[in-house]
């Protein structure tokens, strides 16, 4: 598991794109055959990938965590974006079809992954935060999330929302999450921009063709930077950043967020008039 921590706003003005890119970048998550995992010192959230072919996956109780078990203390948020598998929870199968969602909650001992077909295997993108109380272990189809839908065409940003994990779907402690899509010829996300000082998050960009990539916006509202990012890589947003990307096709996201609240709402859109 690598490890993330966290970087003053301030610090942050004077990054170059290598040190942007160390910092808020994370590449290779979802890689045939391996679970790989990154702790962010934001809200001490953890994400990654599991992508089981021949043989099944579990999730590592990692040194770091010093815990009798992954999720003796956290929860964890699964989204298969891959063909059909199986997530096992303490000997209960869960199958998830692409785009089907399974919250696991705390005190779950042990998390298995498998692809129902090797060649073509599932892809598990995961999101835990730390977690005070268990709530049950629940599974979202695409038709059970809420659906909420944002922008125009005009503005080349007309987008659906898919929320599973969040005040009003599968309950949890801390963690929010669901995935975001572009309608064809749209390619903004979250424009206008905005910051939640009360969470942080993460995007996973996916289902972007490897030879396009989104020029992904960051930094405070006033003082903004941009990373290059390719299919299947994620950033890492903190309290005080702006998270929107422009992309050269359309693509589909999934964010997660963990925090103070878990009220979707509680954002600060920033002013147009003000960016820079
Ligand atoms: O805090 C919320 C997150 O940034 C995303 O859900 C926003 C998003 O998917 C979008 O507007 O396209
Ligand atoms: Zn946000």
Redo the contacts with the bound molecule.
């Keep these: 598991m690598q490890t993330r921590y966290g970087v003053h706003f301030d610090h942050f003005k004077t990054y170059t794109t290598d040190q942007t890119r160390e910092e808020f970048l994370v590449t290779g998550l979802l890689r045939a055959g391996e679970i790989n995992l990154v702790y962010s010192h934001y809200d001490r959230f953890i994400f990654g990938g599991a992508v089981p072919t021949t043989q099944p996956l579990a999730l590592p109780n990692d040194e770091a965590l010093r815990a009798a078990c992954f999720l003796e203390r956290r929860e964890l948020g699964i989204l298969n974006l891959g063909a059909a598998g199986t997530v096992g929870v303490d000997g209960t199968d869960y199958h998830l079809e692409r785009f089907d969602c399974l919250y696991v909650g705390r005190g779950s001992r042990e998390v298995t992954f498998r692809s129902a077909h090797p060649g073509t295997p599932a892809r598990f993108y995961l999101n835990s935060a730390p977690a005070h109380c268990p709530y049950p272990t629940t599974k979202f189809t695409q038709a059970q999330a809420n659906r909420v839908e ?2 125009s065409q005009e503005t080349a ?1 007309e ?1 659906v ?1 898919y ?1 599973y994990i969040h005040e009003n779907g599968i309950k949890s402690c801390q963690l ?1 999450m ?3 899509e572009l309608l064809p010829g749209n390619v903004w ?3 206008p921009p ?1 910051t ?1 000082e009360r ?1 942080m ?1 993460v ?1 996973l960009y996916f289902d972007l063709p490897e030879d396009q990539l989104v020029m992904h916006f960051m930094g405070q509202p006033t003082e903004t930077r941009h990373l290059a990012v390719r299919n299947e890589e994620a950033v890492i ?1 903190p309290p005080w950043s702006i ?2 990307g422009a992309g050269t096709s359309a693509y589909r ?1 999934v ?1 997660g ?1 963990a925090g103070e609240n878990q009220a ?1 709402t509680d ?1 600060d859109a920033a002013p147009l008039a003000s960016v820079r």
Excluded: A, I, K
Aim: glycine share 8%; net charge positive; charged share 10%.
């Design positions: 944002l922008g940003n987008r929302l929320q929010v669901g995935f975001t996300n979250t424009f905005h939640h969470r998050e995007y947003s998270h929107s996201f964010w967020m979707f954002m």
